[in-house]
């Protein structure tokens, strides 16, 4: 592992851990086993590290979705969710944290709800055979959503609750 995918790594564990304003640079550093100039070289600002970590933690869980239905889209999160815990979205958690205030944190939870949008059109559209209407998109994207921040107080469980009702909009918007 080279010293900016090390760095990446354990800002996001410490992030997702702790949060964004309470994980110092310096408490970067010291946990990635690196000076403090090293990291401000490596990462530049911690809103561009911030945003480094978001783009690839977005692009590992997006690299599971590769999926040809809503079951399976629901069944990835519980699966995800039983190896990284089950903490809310760490893009929400950003932009909660951080608010609009930062550009570069702004644009990447942007980014990648909308990437996350397009892949459940995707799937949608693999079910279906065809393109899926908006309409039914967002209410896949608000249940996803929806069962990320419940599980993170209510438990795992709640995704298989929320997968079973997407599977009745996506059945309802076939018949």
Not at 56 to 74: K, N, P, Y
Not at 88 to 99: D, N
Not at 103 to 131: D, H, M
Request: proline share 1%; net charge negative; glycine share 8%.
């Amino acid at each position: 592992m080279n010293i900016d995918e090390k760095l990446i790594s354990t800002a996001e564990a410490l992030f997702d851990c702790h949060g964004f304003n309470a994980t110092g640079m310096d408490r970067l550093a010291q946990a990635a086993g690196m000076s403090s100039r090293t990291l401000y070289k490596h990462a530049g600002s911690k809103n561009e590290l911030i945003a480094a970590v978001l783009m690839t933690r977005g692009q590992r869980f997006l690299q599971r979705l590769e999926l040809d239905s809503v079951e399976a889209l629901f069944d990835a999160l519980r699966c995800w969710m039983s190896e990284e815990g089950a903490r809310g979205c760490l893009f929400l958690r950003a932009q909660g944290e951080i608010g609009s205030a930062v550009p570069e944190v702004t644009e990447a939870v942007t980014a990648y709800k909308a990437r996350f949008s397009e892949t459940v059109r995707r799937i949608l559209a693999r079910q279906f055979g065809a393109g899926p209407d908006d309409e039914l998109v967002e209410q896949v994207v608000i249940l996803f959503e929806g069962a990320t921040a419940a599980a993170s107080y209510r438990g795992v469980a709640v995704v298989a609750t929320a997968g079973r009702a997407a599977t009745l909009l996506v059945e309802r918007a076939r018949a």
